[in-house]
């Protein structure tokens, strides 16, 4: 099987807030060193990390640095990260949109490429007219896109507006009429960011199926950014992860997903001694939120079930208080959550006082896995009083040392609302 791209120490530099170094002095300095001289531009030896959470003191940032990969035909590569890790650079280094800084960048076949609403259309220009240009561009001829065009058409759903100029399509329907052409111009690799996003779940469904098809039966290369960690698994093969300009992490996808976003996680209590200084606000404060095995070990077992403990404080009483624990997984899908009133039927106001709160979940309700416990307080069932901070845990799964593999069904889980509340009025 052939490389279909190449990345070899590339990286891409930026002065932040200009246009090339915009100033006369930079230009004939980069001109001298590099033209006369036949030195290293001297801009390159500066330049911070692409940290955007820090305002830094250099006016250059790497957006990327040393990146260095391969992608061999047929590949669907997730390209994973935060915001600003360098995900849509990347793309676009890759789609001839910007050339790197440093480096060189191999890419063998036609690339189409959809990385933002409306990439490479005119706004002017009809759909249909659009669909010729943007064929065109990839160097097919006019005979070749007429084969394709009804059928870019329907997979778009936009034939009502086929002939209506762009800038009067909705960002949904641009995106639609863009991913058509990008995948349907026979590209040799398709590069698609994160704009699929704006596709309703229909058009969603559609374009991930044709990506499986292009990737699959096609042979072709994809390279996919999206923030959607079960559409990146269920589409890519491999991943890239990305921090900061540079790559953390290369492999198998699960492999890749599982450091995004469960790697760093330990699994901890949250457990605050002195009260005055414990989190929340005039309305409560937390002492503790604990989550263990049902037995009291700390180690939890699909077998064992789950104890969630939490004790807090309650200040004021003009308010019907409601305690909540949501359970996510580490994709940030919601598996259950459940929730208890603190105050018998018919009762106003909950009391001044120490609440003792426990919840157990059954055994086999949750797959072995990293998960975070979101615990909420609200009043009379609607209002958000406060919010304490995730509470990771892992499920493990000493079945499969048996030759066992349990696996729960996928969805939303109802479990019966059963909290065991105990108050002290004197705690305070």
């Known amino acids: 099987m052939s490389t279909a791209i190449e990345f070899n120490h590339v990286g891409k530099q930026y002065r932040l807030g200009l246009v090339s170094t915009r100033t006369l002095s930079h230009d004939l300095n980069r001109w001298w060193q590099t033209s006369v001289l036949k030195k290293e531009d001297p801009y390159l030896k500066i330049g911070e990390v692409n940290d955007r959470s820090t305002a830094g003191e250099s006016e250059y940032v790497w957006a990327l640095r040393d990146i260095d990969f391969k992608v061999e035909q047929g590949d669907v590569v997730g390209i994973i990260g935060k915001n600003g890790a360098g995900k849509s650079t990347l793309l676009k280094l890759l789609s001839k949109v910007t050339g790197p800084t440093v480096g060189t960048i191999r890419a063998r076949g036609r690339i189409g490429a959809l ?111 999206s923030h959607n960690m079960a559409s990146i698994k269920s589409l890519c093969n491999s991943g890239i992860l990305l921090e900061n300009g540079h790559i953390k992490y290369t492999g198998a996808v699960n492999d890749v997903v599982e450091k995004y976003i469960g790697g760093d996680v330990v699994q901890e209590d949250h457990v605050y001694n002195d009260l005055s200084s414990a989190p929340g606000n005039e309305v409560i404060r937390v002492q503790m939120v604990t989550v263990t095995a049902s037995n009291g070990s700390s180690s939890i077992d699909i077998e064992s079930g789950i104890t969630f403990h939490i004790r807090f404080a309650c200040f004021k009483s003009d308010k019907m208080l409601d305690v909540n624990i949501e359970v996510k997984n580490m994709e940030d899908t919601t598996i259950f959550q459940v929730g208890s009133v603190l105050g018998e039927v018919g009762e106003k106001d909950s009391k001044i006082g120490i609440y003792d709160v426990k919840f157990v979940v059954p055994p086999y309700v949750l797959n072995a896995g990293k998960y975070k416990a979101i615990v909420f307080w609200g009043e009379n069932q609607a209002y958000l009083v406060y919010r304490e901070e995730d509470v990771y845990f892992e499920v493990r799964n000493t079945l499969s040392d048996m030759g066992f593999n349990h696996q729960t069904a996928p969805g939303y889980i109802r479990l019966k609302n059963d909290f065991i509340i105990n108050f002290d009025a004197n705690g305070l």
């Open 115 to 225: 990385l933002e609403v409306g990439t490479g259309f005119h706004p002017e220009m009809t759909g249909r007219e659009n669909i010729f240009m943007n064929g065109a561009i990839m160097g097919m001829s006019k005979n070749d896109i007429a084969l394709k065009l009804d059928e870019i058409v329907a997979f778009s759903g936009c034939e009502r507006y086929i002939d209506t100029p762009v800038k009067r399509y909705s960002s949904g329907m641009t995106v639609r009429l863009g991913f058509a052409v990008a995948a349907h111009l026979d590209p040799e690799i398709l590069v698609i960011d994160e704009v699929l996003a704006v596709g309703d779940a229909e058009f969603q469904k559609k374009a991930i199926g044709k990506m499986q098809d292009v990737s699959r039966g096609e042979g072709r290369t994809v390279l996919f950014v």
